[in-house]
């Protein structure tokens, strides 16, 4: 009888642990692949620099009308809530990776549009970016919202749905 109950507990913890690890991908609960790039300054920076913190990972490029109307709404909202505390994340910030191919329109699109946060990457290669790859993004503008500890909460918000998810979010 206590080998049927030992055997009833390590598999009832096995089973937990199973469904607790977290997996790697791009879909709502996933752990959010790490991405590694070039900023405008030329430095390398990552994804993961922006731990702790609630990051709408957004994909965009100059060129794109759609991506630059957006921009204005993710503008305010970093303004918003680049400060607030939330359920899991300390601040908002914005992580870009630009779909440009000229250094030239990237860097001009970033100011024109005054988009004042710190992550800004690229590697120039257009729709061969490979940070779209890892993110299976195949239109723009796309964006993931991932939590304090890397965890993809939400996805593809645009409009209102930034803001009343931002709004739901924070503390």
Not at 127 to 132: G, T
Request: positive net charge; aromatic residues 10%.
């Amino acid at each position: 009888m206590k080998k049927v109950i030992f055997l009833v507990v390590l598999m009832t913890g096995i089973s937990v642990s199973l469904i607790a690890q977290t997996v790697l991908g791009t879909k709502v609960g996933n752990k959010a692949p790490e991405l590694v790039g070039k900023s405008v300054d030329g430095e390398t920076i990552k994804l993961s620099d922006t731990k702790g913190q609630l990051v709408l990972l957004d994909f965009w490029a100059s060129w794109c009308g759609p991506c630059r109307r957006e921009n204005p709404v993710v503008v305010q909202a970093y303004k918003k809530y680049k400060d607030k505390e939330f359920a899991n994340g300390k601040g908002f910030t914005v992580f870009s990776v630009s779909l440009d191919r000229t250094e030239g329109a990237w860097k001009k699109g970033i100011t024109d549009d005054k988009l004042g946060w710190p992550y800004h990457i690229s590697d120039l290669k257009g729709w061969y970016s490979k940070h779209a790859a890892v993110y299976g993004v195949r239109g723009i503008p796309a964006n993931f919202l991932i939590d304090g500890d890397g965890i993809i909460v939400a996805s593809q918000l645009r409009g209102p749905a930034l803001e009343e998810t931002l709004k739901k979010l924070a503390k």
